[in-house]
Nanobody, 125 residues
Framework: QEQPVESGGGLVQAGGSLRLSCTSSTLSSDGFAWGWFRQAPGKEREGIAC????????FYVDSVKGRFTASRDDAKNTLNLQMITLKPEDTAMYYCAPCSSLPGLIIPAQRSPRWGQGTQVTVSS
């Protein structure tokens, strides 16, 4: 699996919006659900959204539910994350990877995911 490439991050004021994208040449063919993870300074990386292989269903953790929308475009091997009503606590480096959804939890689908460089999201208050 090649390293995914995330983009679209930036500096935004609280209440603002951003749209992140992730590309991977295997996204449309590897059979995995794909999702978004984030890591804030001093914290563990956490899964926040996971889109099923079919693309018909997306799961979210409570902290982003109703504000973030994840989708995939297999024709472009792209995973997207539309974020609205951003909060300072959303500040983190954002990554994409294959995912699994458990009750209340989103985890990497692979034991050793190949993480990309990530894209930084900074929300000012």
């Amino acid at each position: 699996q090649e390293q995914p490439v995330e983009s679209g991050g930036g500096l935004v004021q609280a209440g603002g919006s951003l749209r992140l994208s992730c590309t991977s040449s295997t996204l449309s063919s590897d059979g995995f659900a794909w999702g978004w993870f984030r890591q804030a300074p001093g914290k563990e990386r956490e899964g926040i959204a996971c889109v099923t292989w079919s693309g018909n269903t997306a799961f979210y953790v409570d902290s982003v539910k109703g504000r973030f929308t994840a989708s995939r475009d297999d024709a472009k091997n792209t995973l997207n994350l539309q974020m609205i009503t951003l909060k300072p606590e959303d500040t983190a480096m954002y990554y994409c990877a294959p995912c699994s959804s458990l009750p209340g939890l989103i985890i990497p689908a692979q034991r050793s995911p190949r993480w990309g460089q990530g894209t930084q999201v900074t929300v000012s208050s």
